[in-house]
């Protein structure tokens, strides 16, 4: 008995300890799992898990993973005091900073901007200061996209298309690693223009960054560059360098330097050298930096500045003059080349360019400095030293330079907030549907004028981009329930034909019931060349044309080139006047630019030849009967 009595106490002992043990650990285990969650992860919530509200959680808009990676590092073969780092900016306006906008979602946004209503002729400074990141069921390309093929932009189509990736970085075409806030436009560029369905081939992604860690390696004022700029001294190379390079240097109006410049960076890509880019004073502040960690911009000490504008000097140290004296062969290789392929400029220098063995022989000069205004990016897929490289860069012919141009060409942020978001959040963003009109009149009097005009009409009414108006005396304004919006873009260097079109649809009713903006960023008489501000005007339009769902361009004209191939459209071509073609327009088959002035010399043979005779995807271009441009192959 007094043994049971024992055990009796023992057992309640046991119980009472075995209760206090699994208390203990109910209390314990909880805290064991969140000090492992924090241990293990940095950006694990503490306030979150005990149920806390949190003040200033991830904002609405872009991953947070886009915001926190890590720049790219310096390649291997390269020492940190070897490649200096520049801030990844506007050009010259690399300081350049703006406040941040709040997130937020609102139902009167539109493609990720605050606007004022569509009939708005101003905007507010708080409301056009700075495009918001946000989720809007008026998105083109937040969350919610509305499909490329979409021709209008309204609320009822966009709120069926089922969510899509955050497309920020364009496919991976852009790299990741930039201060976003030094280039606002590279990734909200994304929230204003419909997603692209072309997407860049790997091959080309790849050759992409490969092309950042050269630059990086050789840009301005790093070791290889300094090495390399005493070359320039003796104008001869001894022994091969480990940088090679080309200098764009800029020529006519600023749809032709751009053009220009992105052929060149396909240059610099195929062959492996590093653009350097001589944009003046007329085009600063134009572009953001394109490159992680570097400038593009080429030095202002560099050697051989003060020659650039002797044509003598020029002649004697280009690859038809040296060759023509013999001044460059396979054992004496000259330090740097002058390239000539502008249109008035030497034709020795368009016939050699484009031969092989000339080829073979260029990959040896340390420095190529090029001048020309040419889009001449369609003759490396006819030139057999280069075929099967551009090939795979680019199986889908026709976007060469959508891909490029959207790569290399990033609005700075003064371009940006001041002239770009600023006018599309006071005039475009609202509307259904966004028309653009790029009108050049090559020889400016009335009677031009009125040509043009009754083309633009002919070619819009025809082809149903815009509706027609109504004749009181004949017709009456349709019934449908449904009416939309259309903002009309005219980008043209005379008020004629807003005027028009704006009288037109302000008196007028139109018979489809639709309501029709017309709006004009500037008319500037003419073309200021040598004006910086010029240019700056110019390439917002540009940029906002890109922007639309439909296009109207004027044929022959760069201008509209880019801004059909940055936002990927086939346009509808105004025929130039005069020109023995009597249909109003016709739409582009090819979203790529048109190389007016193709070379047309067959090296082997010494013979003239038609390039449209050697690839079936090289054909004449809709708009220029003596220009060729890059089709799709099917």
Not at 358 to 372: D, E, G, H, R, T
Not at 508 to 516: A, F, L, N, R, Y
Request: charged share 20%; with cysteine.
């Amino acid at each position: 008995m007094e043994m049971f009595k024992v055990s009796k106490e023992s057992l309640r002992f046991m119980s009472k300890r075995f209760t206090t043990v699994l208390v203990v650990c109910f209390i314990a285990l909880p805290v064991f799992f969140m000090v492992s969650m924090i241990s293990r992860n940095s950006n694990f919530n503490l306030s979150a898990a005990l149920g806390v509200a949190v003040q200033n959680a991830t904002p609405l808009g872009f991953d947070a993973k886009y915001e926190s990676s890590e720049p790219p590092g310096i390649p291997d073969d390269t020492s940190l005091d070897e490649a200096p780092q520049y801030k990844s900016g506007s050009g010259s306006d690399s300081q350049y900073k703006s406040s941040q906008a709040p997130n937020m979602l609102d139902d009167k946004l539109l493609n990720g901007t605050l606007a004022p209503a569509f009939d708005e002729g101003s905007v507010r400074k708080d409301e056009s200061s700075q495009p918001t990141n946000v989720q809007s069921k008026n998105m083109h390309n937040g969350n919610l996209a509305a499909t490329y093929d979409n021709i209008s932009g309204s609320e009822s189509n966009v709120s069926q298309v089922p969510m899509v990736k955050n497309n920020k970085l364009l496919d991976e075409l852009i790299a990741r690693g930039f201060d976003e806030s030094s280039c606002l436009s590279r990734y909200q560029s994304v929230l204003y223009r419909r997603i692209s369905p072309h997407e860049p081939s790997p091959y080309l992604i790849a050759k992409l960054r490969n092309y950042e860690k050269l630059h990086q390696r050789c840009g301005p004022y790093t070791k290889s560059y300094n090495t390399t700029s005493n070359t320039l001294k003796s104008g001869h190379i001894s022994s091969p360098t480990k940088c090679k390079y080309i200098v764009w240097r800029p020529d006519n109006g600023l749809g032709n330097r751009i053009v220009s410049m992105v052929s060149s960076f396909l240059y610099a890509l195929l062959t492996n050298r590093v653009l350097l880019v001589d944009h003046g004073s007329d085009m600063t502040d134009l572009f953001c930096e394109p490159f992680p960690n570097s400038s593009w911009l080429l030095p202002v000490d560099f050697p051989l500045r003060n020659q650039f504008r002797n044509s003598e000097l020029r002649y004697a140290h280009s690859l038809g003059g040296m060759l023509e004296k013999h001044s460059i062969s396979e054992e004496l290789t000259p330090s740097y080349l002058y390239l000539s392929l502008a249109k008035r400029d030497y034709d020795l220098d368009k016939k050699l360019f484009y031969c092989d063995q000339n080829q073979a022989l260029l990959q040896k000069v340390p420095w190529l400095i090029l001048l020309s205004e040419q889009y001449f990016a369609p003759s490396f897929f006819l030139i057999p030293f280069f075929t099967k490289q551009v090939t795979k860069l680019f199986p889908e012919k026709d976007t060469v330079f959508h891909h490029l141009g959207r790569y290399l060409l990033n609005p700075s942020n003064q371009v940006w907030e001041k002239l770009i978001t600023s006018f599309y959040d006071a005039h475009l963003a609202k509307a259904d549907e966004r028309i653009g009109f790029q009108i050049r009149v090559f020889h400016a009097n009335a009677a031009a004028f009125e040509i043009v005009m009754d083309q633009i009409l002919a070619c819009s009414t025809n082809k149903k981009i815009l509706p027609k108006v109504v004749d009181t005396e004949k017709s009456a304004v349709s019934s449908a329930s449904h009416t939309s919006s259309k903002a009309i873009l005219v980008t043209s260097l005379y008020t004629e034909f807003y005027k028009n079109l704006s009288s037109m649809y302000k008196h007028k009713p139109t018979v489809t019931g639709d309501v029709i903006g017309v709006y004009q960023p500037s008319h500037e008489g003419y073309q200021h060349r040598g004006d910086n501000l010029h240019n700056m005007k110019a390439w917002a339009e540009i940029y906002l044309l890109s922007l639309c769902d439909v296009l109207v361009t004027s044929a022959w004209s760069t201008f509209g080139y880019v801004a059909h191939g940055l936002g990927g459209l086939k346009p509808w071509i105004l025929h130039k006047p005069g020109h023995g073609i009597y249909l109003p327009c016709k739409q582009a088959m090819s979203m790529e630019p048109c190389y007016h002035y193709p070379f047309s010399y067959n090296c082997k043979s010494k013979n003239e030849v038609d390039p449209v005779t050697l690839v079936p995807y090289v054909r004449k271009c809709e708009d220029r009967g003596s220009g060729v441009k890059l089709f799709n192959e099917h």
